[in-house]
């Protein structure tokens, strides 16, 4: 290798996220790969991004048309106007990792800028306007010793720049003396986001693990705050009939609010904790209301007595459910049992189509979209599996040969 191709490796090994590295006879590197589809996959040694025409059919092998990324562990987020792919690494106890992508003009994948540190890490994340917001609990303001904080990132998705916002207070929040940790957010289109509160007694300092709540003494009510954009506190929607509206693993705390295509929001609680009365159910806030209506949906009466960890939106009033594969959930329970709820009919079906639960050691983000979920799954091997909602009947898609895992499906736009 020459001078200039051992300048031109090391600029490309550089990067904050790279393109496949030269080769070390001719210094070749895959072509780039075009097409709206994008593939998160880790490989035996890397985690690599690739671009596809469609993921509901073929194979593709993870030795071509990909990008390597110089880390692994990426969840990947991707938003649709602007149309741009985040990347987090959530690091445990140490600040995450932020990159960003978008489609050229050519249609092929961009870097958008050099990427960026998030100082407080985060449990939870998700979109509002022309923003990716992660949050974290147990926060310490400054100049105090209570770990009842709350500290909000905004990362600029047309710039994929981030703004660490000053510590929300959350003692006392609902008025019962409680602390609280936000779980997801959801765009209210209004200039508000909705985020859920897992409300609970402040953290034990010399408890082990990062979850930021500590003891539950309300376990038989929900809480769901509205913010605006400069984390002023427009309300909270609170009720009796379900639990908390967060799943549980280890110390994230994942989203189960989601919205509509008619824009009602339906507010989900998979019953994590083992103190509740409530089951597992939904309940609703109208499209545009300051309070939860009527509706109530015991999901757990049709489910075989499962608890649920995660809710994804379909299309309509369709979402698919991820659910412990235990009847006791636990923060380190497997959850590989999947259903899908039309919740204005307020009826359920198990998935079929997908590999037997037991037989499933991966999974990752799935995308909506045209009606449908492509969902991936690994099992014998890493594949993409597409989910018609009506029927909850699933047909197996795209396989990455090569792969260990397929960690995420998104679609990006360059118009």
């Not at 994948?109 to 998030?118: M, R, V």
């Not at 698919?320 to 079906?349: C, H, I, Q, R, W």
């Amino acid at each position: 290798m020459n001078t200039k191709q051992l300048l031109l490796c090391g600029l490309i090994s550089g990067m904050a996220l790279a393109v496949a590295s030269c080769d070390k006879d001719n210094n070749n590197t895959p072509p780039a790969g075009k097409g709206s589809f994008v593939l998160s996959v880790t490989g035996e040694s890397a985690e690599y991004l690739m671009q596809v025409d469609d993921p509901g059919s073929g194979e593709v092998s993870i030795g071509n048309n990909n990008q390597q990324l110089e880390q692994s562990g990426y969840t990947w987020i991707f938003n649709s106007n602007p149309s741009v792919a985040v990347g987090l690494i959530y690091q445990q106890g140490d600040p995450g990792i932020g990159l960003g992508y978008r489609l050229s003009p050519d249609a092929t994948l961009e870097a958008i800028g050099a990427g960026f540190q998030i100082p407080s890490r985060f449990t939870s994340y998700g979109f509002f306007g022309d923003y990716a917001i992660t949050s974290v609990g147990g926060q310490t303001p400054a100049g105090t010793t209570a770990t009842d904080g709350v500290t909000f990132n905004f990362i600029d998705l047309k710039k994929l720049s981030l703004e660490t916002k000053p510590v929300v207070r959350t003692q006392n929040i609902a008025g019962n003396g409680e602390q609280a940790t936000f779980s997801g957010i959801v765009d209210m289109g209004n200039g508000e986001f909705l985020t859920g509160m897992v409300l609970s007694q402040p953290r034990d300092p010399n408890a082990t693990g990062g979850a930021s709540s500590g003891i539950v003494t309300y376990p038989d009510s929900v809480w769901v705050a509205a913010y605006d954009a400069s984390l002023n506190l427009k309300r909270i929607y609170r009720d009796g009939r379900i639990s908390y509206s967060s799943g549980r693993f280890r110390s994230q705390y994942y989203a189960q609010i989601g919205k509509a295509d008619d824009g009602n929001v339906y507010v989900f609680s998979g019953s994590f904790e083992s103190t509740t009365k409530h089951p597992c159910g939904a309940l609703r806030i109208p499209n545009g209301g300051t309070a939860f209506d009527d509706y109530y949906f015991d999901i757990e009466a049709l489910t075989e007595e499962l608890h649920f960890r995660k809710v994804w939106h379909i299309t309509g009033n369709y979402f698919l459910l991820e659910f412990y594969n235990d009847k006791e959930p636990s923060a380190l329970g497997a959850a590989t049992k999947y259903g899908v709820v039309n919740m204005s009919a307020k009826s359920f079906k198990w998935v079929t189509g997908i590999p037997a639960y037991d037989q499933i050691t991966g999974t990752g983000l799935p995308m909506a979209y045209g009606g449908q979920l492509y969902f991936p799954i690994t099992a014998a091997d890493p594949a993409i599996y597409v989910i018609d909602p009506a029927s909850a009947s699933a047909t197996k898609g795209m396989t990455v040969t090569g792969a260990t895992n397929i960690n995420a499906v998104g679609r990006l736009t360059n118009g």
